[in-house]
């Protein structure tokens, strides 16, 4: 059964970077069925598309946050990264990693990691 | 940007059919899922591609998708589905999420 896990750092200062890893087990990250993504969720609020990533590398990011995010993949380590740049207290959230479905007219998440909290504050 | 409409909450009685719907231009020429999400806990898949429901998910989930509104429909609605509840769809290459509907069984 696939699994995924968020991990990083829960704090990070303004204007910093936050980081975050997804580990996948149970599967590999080379697959060529499948893509993966990452999905944030302020505290109390809704669901927040960040980017997905192909384990080529090829990437697609949400624009209202492309200019601050890089997702990469790391196939030795079936892993895939998160870094979002110049963050501020509107980046508090709960970062999750999942996998994704993608076809040429729709994309959906199954299944999801757990998610971790990350704090944005000095 | 393409923006989908949820109703902030939707209410049930034990039993009856509960009707949730996510609203967007055109967005019945597009595909549509939904995720369910109880307090504490990651989304989980319970519709994709309009009106598919992965494995291990009840037959009372159902979904459609016309016009510009789809909708999730719990028949025989049971406490364990009180949640919130999102549509997503995909857009110009871009995943857009609706704002979340919390379902209340009471």
């Known amino acids: 059964q696939l699994q995924l896990q968020e991990s990083g750092p829960g704090l990070v200062k303004p204007s910093e970077t936050l980081s975050l890893t997804c580990t996948v087990s149970?599967?590999?990250?080379?697959?060529?069925?499948?893509?993966w993504g990452w999905i944030r969720q302020p505290p109390g609020k809704g669901l927040e598309w960040i980017g997905t990533?192909?384990?080529?590398?090829?990437?697609y990011y949400n624009p209202s946050l492309q200019s601050r995010v890089t997702i990469s993949v790391d196939t030795s380590k079936n892993q895939f990264s998160l870094k979002l740049s110049s963050v501020t207290a509107a980046d508090t959230a709960v970062y999750y990693c999942?996998?994704?479905?993608?076809?040429?007219?729709?994309?959906?998440?199954?299944?999801w990691g757990l998610g971790t909290l990350v704090t944005i504050s000095a | 940007s393409y923006e989908l409409t949820q109703p902030p909450s939707v209410s049930v009685s034990p039993g009856q059919t509960a009707s949730i719907t996510c609203s967007g231009d055109k967005l019945g020429d597009k595909y549509a899922c939904w995720y369910q999400q109880k307090p504490g806990q990651s989304p989980v898949l319970v519709i994709y591609q309009d009106y598919k429901r992965p494995s291990g998910i009840p037959e009372r989930f159902s979904g459609s998708n016309s016009g510009n509104t789809a909708t999730l429909t719990i028949s025989g609605t049971q406490a364990m589905d009180e949640a919130d509840y999102y549509c997503?769809?995909?857009?110009?290459?871009?995943?857009?999420f609706g704002g979340g509907t919390n379902l209340t069984v009471l």
């Open positions: 999942a996998r994704v479905i993608h076809s040429v007219t729709t994309d959906w998440f199954d299944p």
């Open positions: 990533i192909y384990y080529s590398g090829n990437t």
């Open positions: 997503q769809a995909w857009d110009s290459s871009t995943v857009v």
């Open positions: 149970g599967g590999s990250i080379s697959s060529s069925s499948y893509y």
